[in-house]
Structures are given as C-alpha cells and as structure tokens.
C-alpha cells in the first residue's frame, strides 16, 4: 500500500506566500530573463545633444573672435581662456539650470580637451621670446604666436595656469570624483611639457615619448583602484591624459624638419601606445587580437626608421641586421602576450624570416669573415629557440643561416686553415677536447635546466 507524503506543516504558524526572484521584479527595469537593450551610439538624443554642442561652440568662438586681429597675441590668448571659461559656464548652467548631466558632461569634456590648446599657445609665446634650440619653422597663420614684452609672459603663464588648474580639477570632479585630485596634477604636468622651449624634433619626440609612457602608468596605477574610471566618462578621463603627447608629436611633424630619430621615437610611442591598450584590464579578445596584429606592422616601421637612425653610427651592411634584431625585440613582445594560437605562430614565423633575411642580407653587403660568424651564431640559437618553443619556423629559418653561414665565410676558413702554422692547429685542437670534457661532465645538469627554463617559458605563453 503505497503511501501519500503530506506537506509538512509549522505548527502554530500560516503557510507564507511563496516569493519568486520575478516578484522583486521592477517595472520597466531589464531583469535576468528579459535582456536589457543594446545601447546604441547614433541615437536622437545623443545626436541632438553632439549638434547643439557643437553649435553652442562654434557660437561662442564666433563671439569671442570677432575683432580677432585686433590687439597683440596675449589678448588673443586671454580671449582663447575666456572660451575654456565659457564651456565651464555652460556646463554649470546645464547642470543646475535645466538639470541636464549629460549635456553638462559635453561641456566639461570640451573645457577639458582645451586646456592642453591653451598650453600650446603659451608655449608658443615663451618660445617667441627664449627659444633654447633656435629652431624655425613653417607656421601657418593661426599658428603665429609672438610676444613683444617679455615681462607680460610670466604673468600671463602664472594666471592662466591658476585658472586651468581649477577648471581641470572640477572637470575631472565631474567624470571620476575619487581619481580628480590625482587626474587633475597628472593632467597639469602632462601639459607643462608643452611650456618646454624645445622645437627640434628629436628633443620634441623625446618628450612625447617620456609623456605618454607616464600617462601609462599614470593610468595602470588609477584603474586598479576606481572603478568608476571603467565607464565612458572615466574612459574619457584617462584618454584626455594623451593630448599633450599628441600635440607635440603632430607639431613637431607638421611644422619642422624630421629626422629619422624622431620618426622612430614617434613610431616607438605608438607602439607603446597599442601595448599600453591591449594590456588594459576589461578589453575584449577580439579588440585585443586587433591591437596585437596591428602591433606587428608598426613594430615593422618602427625597425625601419631605427636602422635609417643608425645610419651614422653603424656601417651600411650592418643596418639590415639591425632593423631585423629591433623587429625581432619588438614583435618578440607581441609573441609573448598574444592570445590566439595563430598569432603567437604568426609572430614567432616573422621574427625567424626577418632575422634570416636580415644577417643573410649584411653577409652579402659584407665579406669579412665577422659576418659569417653572427649569421652562424643568430642561426645557432633560432635552433634552440625551435627546441624551446616547438616550433617549426625558427629550425627552418636557422638552418638556413647555418648554410648561408658555411656557404660564405667557408672559404675564408679552410684559406686560414691552409696557411696557419701547427701551433694554431694545436690550440685549436686543444680547445675542441676541453670544450668536449666538459660538455661531458656538466651536459645532464645544463639538460636539466634547459627543461626547467622550458617549462617556464611554455606556462608564460599558456598565461
């Protein structure tokens, strides 16, 4: 006789209703089985909000540069500082007048990206009256800017620095409150790069390059620790940190002279910059890939334009094995941290050909008997590199130097070794039994740490 199991019952207590994670459910709120809409970027609010922005901008420049020709180049300059005023202002009154934060936010963006404009205008004054290099260039005429009296420049420099200070500590107050005080000085500093009298281009992409890497970690070290620095506003925040790199990157480009050094310092700060994002916290696989692939062609340039810089200092065969050795440090950094299979394999097979095509191209421009030796000697340890990652690109591409190696400077070994007496037969011959001994008696302890070192090597890349 089968037996019914009845509900147990809490005596002396009512049954409770039964509540269901839907009950707590908000109305017109995204719950777990209904997703929340996609938030598109080109939608009506945010078009109108971007048009009536620029509008309001392109109205207040209007107003501010009528009579722009009038007066000197420091009321020009107090009339540009009025318009980072006037954005301030008409973000207040979006704010507090008609409560609107997101068209407010507009405002204290554009506030934001001014000020590093207005640094590069005082720059240009301090530079009118004590340039250190003496460098000239071709300005068009927006960007002639001279200053006649050179006591008004350290006022102006003094006020107008005052004043940008507290718009950029109150505009990153309004997109990342925790990070504003440490955005706000990283920011100030950042653009007082711009002040620096230096027009030469090798100085100017130096400072571009020294910039960005402290805006790097400037922005690695805030990220750890806000969170609020992860949404669109903060996002925006940490990219504002780059205009001042940006600015003397594209001015030293465009208004002077460049020379190879420079274009490899910019190169290098671009390749910084791909890095700098692809190692970000929070980033898709898919963005990541794209920045790493992207990495291997201006790691590409950037070897190019370095071998073009040591044309004065190295001897032209010597350049194609050196561009191939500043590719293979580059993209070997590309190899280490990329994610999929194939572009790990895809950067390993580049390095191996342009190491290979490098060392065979300075033995063919070179004859000495020094070429020969670095082609056998980089080819040797793409073998080792082939047994210490498993893969097949670098033995082939090593064999092949090991031949191109013994096909030119065999020659010059067996001519020296014909005309050499027995004494440098005997050393020869000596040395061989030494290294043989003691290949024998320390090979299996050297085995064992090539496969310790394998191991470690094989569990980075799988991190």
């Known amino acids: 006789m089968s037996s019914v199991s009845q509900p ?60 722009w020709s009038e007066g000197n180049d420091v009321m020009r300059y107090l009339k540009l500082l009025g318009q980072t005023a006037l954005l301030c202002a008409g973000g207040l009154a979006l704010s507090h007048g008609l409560r609107e934060t997101k068209g407010a936010r507009v405002f204290f963006g554009l506030a934001l990206l ?7 205008i005082l720059g240009a004054l301090i530079y009118s009256i004590a340039p250190i290099d003496g460098v000239t260039g071709s300005y068009p005429a927006f960007a002639q800017w001279t200053i006649g009296d050179a ?19 109150f ?6 409150r925790a990070s504003a005080s440490s955005l706000a000085m990283g920011f100030l500093l950042l653009n007082a790069v711009l002040l620096v009298p230096l027009r030469a281009s090798t100085f100017a992409a130096a400072l571009a390059l020294v910039g960005a890497l402290a805006a790097m970690v400037l922005t690695r070290r805030l990220t750890r620790h806000d969170v609020a620095l992860s949404t669109p506003e903060g996002r925006f925040a940490l990219t504002a940190l780059f205009a001042p790199t940006l600015i003397i990157a594209v001015r030293s480009l465009a208004f002077y002279d460049v020379s190879a050094l420079a274009i490899t310092l910019v190169l290098a700060t671009g390749f ?27 790691a590409a340039l950037t070897a190019l334009a370095a071998a073009a810089s040591l044309e004065r200092v190295l001897y032209g065969e010597w350049l194609p094995a050196a561009a191939s050795l500043v590719f293979a440090a580059l993209a070997g950094d590309v190899a280490r941290r990329a994610q999929p299979l194939w572009l790990h394999r895809l950067s390993i097979g580049l390095i191996s050909t342009a190491l290979a095509l490098g060392f065979i191209g300075s033995a063919l421009l070179n004859s000495a008997l020094v070429a020969s030796a670095a082609l056998l000697f980089v ?72 496969k310790q070192w394998q191991q470690r090597v094989a569990t980075s890349l799988a991190a």
């Open 8 to 67: 147990q019952m809490n005596h002396g207590i009512p049954d409770q209703p039964t509540v269901t994670p839907h009950a707590l459910d908000v109305p017109g709120e995204p719950t777990d089985m209904e997703p929340a809409p996609r938030d598109t970027v080109f939608t009506l609010p945010r078009i109108l909000r971007f048009a009536g922005a620029l509008s309001v901008v392109s109205a207040m420049s209007l107003f501010l540069l009528q009579g």
């Open 379 to 450: 080819g040797l340890l793409l073998l080792g590199a082939s047994a210490l990652l498993k893969r097949g690109t670098p033995a082939l591409s090593g064999s092949v130097m090991i031949i191109a190696a013994m096909l030119h400077g065999g020659p010059s070994v067996l001519d020296a070794l014909m005309h050499a007496n027995w004494m440098a037969l005997s050393a020869l011959g000596v040395t061989a039994v030494i290294a043989g001994s003691i290949l024998e008696r320390r090979g299996s302890e050297w085995g064992g740490l090539l």
């Open 151 to 169: 006591s008004a420049i350290g006022l102006t420099v003094v006020l107008a620095t005052a004043a940008l200070a507290l718009v950029a500590r």
């Open 171 to 176: 505009c990153f107050a309004v997109m990342a």
């Open 272 to 298: 910084a910059g791909l890095r700098h994002l692809a190692t970000l916290p929070s980033r898709g696989e898919r963005l990541v890939t794209f920045l790493n692939g992207l990495s291997l062609p201006l």
């Open 114 to 120: 001014s000020i590093p404009a207005n640094f590069t």
